[in-house]
């Protein structure tokens, strides 16, 4: 079971970033902008393995490193098999950067920690190569916030 410490910091990176930064327009160098995405993440081979301590963990890594690259999330979930994010994300960094940041460094600390071999005997892998993305501009904020957090 994850410290009473580390379930804290999820909870206020998250409030954080819903009360003080969601559907805020963002100025920077004479641009307005306001960019958020639907981004899920499935593990390699669709494992079921996320539980509740494994998903704290991720998310508590992710929030590390969007936090380091400007990237606010705005709702996170997992399921057993995958993950949910509703990111607003600056300019400057593209998505392709975005997910590979996220992937490579979730997936390095949660082997760091937890050893993961009994799922992935022949690499140290926990996400697939692919992923999925959408803009939120096809769907109401509310509408997609309310499918994230009754995942599970």
Known sequence: MPSTERVFAIIICLWYNICMKHNVWHSRNHKKYLLQYHLIFVTKYRKSILDDELSNEIKLLSCEICNKNGVNILYMETDKNHIHYMIDVPTNLS??????????????????????????????????????????????????????????
């Open 95 to 152: 998505i392709e950067k975005l997910v590979k940041l996220l992937k490579s460094y979730t997936t390095y600390h949660i082997w760091e920690k937890y050893n993961l071999s009994k799922y992935y005997w022949k690499e140290r892998t926990l996400w697939t190569d692919g992923y999925f993305i959408c803009s939120i501009g096809n769907v109401s904020s509310e509408t997609l916030k309310n499918y994230i957090l009754n995942q599970g």
